[in-house]
């Protein structure tokens, strides 16, 4: 199913800033690698720089030591990808299609070398804010392996992801 262009993420827009928001990354680790950053100054100034690009709080992301985690590539993807909005009047349709995107392994096409397709595994993110700022009590333990007070192991399925959402007046 598509999701209104509201709801998708804006791969048009991170296509536009990815290259520089990665060139930025790496350049900045570069100048760290060789003059170090004691007092912050060019951290700082990368934070400005990338806020001002993509009018996101660089704050959340991890810019001194990115090879700890997922990469430069994945990190400037983030960094790039526009924050979901909050969404009047979402369907149950459209979360549903969202929670399957969340919980069900697409494999992606591997000649398609758009960033989309490159980035395929770690839109996940993307849904994961999309249903924490739209939903009151989403948490990620509805995504999760959990025990059950017999201490049996069970996972919620889809359907009833979408249900706990949905029904328990959830919806901000």
């Given at each position: ?61 991890n810019l001194w030591e990115w090879w700890d985690e997922e990469g430069a590539e994945v990190l ?97």
């Amino acid at each position: 199913m598509e999701l209104r262009k509201e709801i998708e993420p804006d791969f048009d827009t991170a296509e536009k800033c990815y290259a520089e928001v990665l060139k930025l990354i790496l350049e900045y680790t570069k100048y760290c690698e060789k003059h170090g950053d004691k007092d912050h100054a060019e951290y700082l100034k990368l934070e400005n720089t990338l806020h001002e690009i993509t009018g996101k709080d660089i704050s959340k992301f991890n810019l001194w030591e990115w090879w700890d985690e997922e990469g430069a590539e994945v990190l400037a993807f983030k960094i790039s990808l526009p924050d979901p909005k909050i969404i009047d009047q979402l369907t149950k349709e459209e979360l549903t299609e969202i929670v399957n995107r969340k919980k069900i392994f697409v494999i992606k096409d591997e000649d398609d070398e758009s960033l989309k397709a490159q980035f395929h595994y770690h839109i996940e993110y993307y849904f994961t804010d999309f249903l924490a700022l739209n939903f009151k009590t989403y948490t990620h333990k509805f995504f999760q392996r959990q025990q059950d007070r017999k201490g049996e192991y069970f996972e919620h399925s889809p359907d009833e992801v979408v249900e706990k959402l949905w029904n328990n007046g959830n919806y901000k």
